[in-house]
């Protein structure tokens, strides 16, 4: 039975195919920006501290670091909910891995939100 | 001419702790298939249970893995199968639960064929474990339909062959799988009812259809009469894609 | 009433099973795969970067560290797996709402072609600059 819970984080059968391939296909600009940001307008590829807390405290770098976080987390742990449901699991099962994963997510925007401001405050 | 045969046949019994593998020599006739080999190993073994009927591919009774890919073996030659090999490995499909020997339970596969409505059913058929789904028990949540049609006439011959290829089927039975949605896919190019066609489309929007597909595209790799199963899970995907799409926009979809 | 033939366990590892398969088994194992690969280097990635708070006395070192040519392979390897995941990735969105299905094969060697390129010309960069 679906609570409202359920509709919200997995509103149908279809959510996780077509979240997974609008976030792949994202990440296919999101990713080069990164790459290019990160690593081929810094000197020598590599920021040193100094450089990474300049870097950061531009928000339009924030902006667009965050956003790349949150799409790339959504499309891994999407990931491996396709690769562990691939276990046959049961169907309450399937709803626990679900919550544990929005979890896992959650946190890990949570960490990078959390360290980004630790660096550049 | 004949030809000398040795063949690795799987064997297991209900009971058994585990499969195992036992060899034969049988002794063939040079132009034979592989179905004539498993014959041959029956006559000299009566305890070799193996399931076969029509021998020319269009019941897909006698789907086996020879040499570790999925083939019919009535229509597969010996001389193919032992090229550059010393010995003939046999084995039962994966993906289905295993009865004995080289027969597996199929109901589980036909019941997902009748849910698109297209198996020719007697009603006084039972499956192995006993279950049945009644068609209206399986259209319960979409509305009674009373007329379907007893009869069709197409490519798939509901071997089974697709469902042992296939990755997605390999830890779960709940997937209606390559040859349950290509069904579903063909019923609904055979009606003209509108609402049979959503109905069918609904159905493979489930928690266990077309969703669950990786794309392997092995199916249709596999499938011995040319049905490509994937490409009927990616029409019927495109189908619903447009569908909510259209709904997206406050369209009808 | 169903009788075992395998446990559940190695049924779920069928999917890597190559043998004898099709060229978009292939393409699916490659995919998973990199999946894999990328998810464990994102928190790889992420768990690192926390010695940032260490502030440079923590942070420059490492960065020296990243510079040797050891890592610099690494990340074409990182590269590797972004460029074949991302492109496959790119393959089956698109079969996957039904276009292009019948040049799925073709799709598949075509952009592994490009990936193969695409590493080639970050390698350099890479060990360029």
């Not at chain 1, 990164?34 to 020598?44: E, L, N, P, S």
């Not at chain 1, 990931?79 to 626990?96: H, M, Q, T």
């Not at chain 2, 006084?124 to 319960?140: H, I, N, V």
Request: glycine content about 8%; aromatic content about 10%; some cysteine.
């Amino acid at each position: 039975m679906a609570t409202q819970a359920d509709r919200i984080t997995a509103p149908a059968p279809s959510w996780g195919w077509f979240l997974q391939a609008i976030t792949g296909l994202a990440l296919v600009v999101l990713l080069a920006v990164h790459m290019v940001a990160q690593h081929f307008v810094a000197a020598h590829g590599l920021r040193d501290y100094a450089e990474v807390v300049a870097y950061l405290r531009n928000p339009l770098v924030t902006a667009i670091e965050l956003l790349f976080l949150v799409t790339v987390t959504t499309h891994a742990l999407l990931g491996v909910r396709a690769i562990v449901f691939d276990f046959g699991l049961s169907d309450p099962a399937e709803k626990r891995v679900t919550w544990a994963l929005w979890g896992v997510g959650v946190l890990t925007v949570g960490y990078g939100v959390w360290l980004t401001w630790t660096i550049i405050r | 001419m004949s030809r000398d045969v040795p063949v690795k046949m799987f064997r297991f019994k209900p009971g058994d702790a585990a499969p195992r593998y036992q060899t034969y020599r049988v002794t063939v006739p040079d132009a034979a298939n592989v179905i004539d080999v498993i014959e041959a190993v029956w006559r000299q073994d009566a305890s070799l249970t193996f399931r076969h009927a029509c021998h020319h591919a269009s019941c897909g009774t006698c789907a086996v893995r020879l040499n570790g890919y999925e083939r019919l073996p009535c229509i597969y030659s010996v001389a193919e199968a032992l090229q550059g090999r010393d010995e003939m490995l046999i084995e039962p499909l994966r993906h289905f639960p295993l009865v004995s020997d080289l027969v597996v339970d199929v109901a589980g596969f036909f019941q997902k064929q009748e849910a698109a409505g297209l198996v020719i059913t007697r009603t006084a058929e039972t499956s192995l474990d006993g279950r049945r789904y009644s068609p209206s028990e399986l259209f319960d949540q979409a509305g009674k339909l009373t007329d379907r049609p007893y009869n069709r006439f197409e490519n798939c011959v509901e071997c089974g062959i697709c469902i042992s290829a296939c990755p997605t089927m390999a830890a779960t039975d709940k997937f209606f799988g390559p040859a349950g949605l290509a069904a579903i896919n063909r019923a609904r190019q055979q009606t003209d009812d509108p609402q049979r066609k959503s109905l069918l489309l609904a159905l493979a929007d489930g928690e266990q259809g077309v969703w669950r597909c990786h794309s392997a595209f092995e199916c249709t790799h596999a499938c011995p009469q040319d049905v490509d199963p994937a490409g009927a899970i990616m029409s019927l995907r495109h189908d619903l894609a447009a569908q909510k799409i259209k709904r997206l926009f406050g369209g009808q979809g | 009433m169903a009788m075992a033939q395998d446990s559940k366990l190695k049924r779920a590892a069928h999917w890597a099973d190559v043998r004898g398969r099709g060229l978009g088994m292939w393409a699916y194992v490659l995919n998973r795969v990199t999946g894999i690969g990328l998810v464990v280097y994102l928190y790889i990635h992420l768990v690192v970067l926390s010695m940032l708070t260490g502030g440079p006395a923590a942070w420059d070192p490492f960065i020296k560290v990243v510079r040797s040519p050891l890592f610099l392979g690494l990340d074409v390897v990182l590269i590797s797996g972004w460029l074949i995941h991302g492109l496959n990735g790119l393959r089956v969105t698109l079969t996957g709402v039904g276009l292009g299905v019948r040049a799925q094969k073709a799709m598949f060697v075509g952009f592994m072609a490009l990936a193969a390129i695409g590493i080639v010309a970050m390698a350099l960069l890479v060990f360029r600059s």
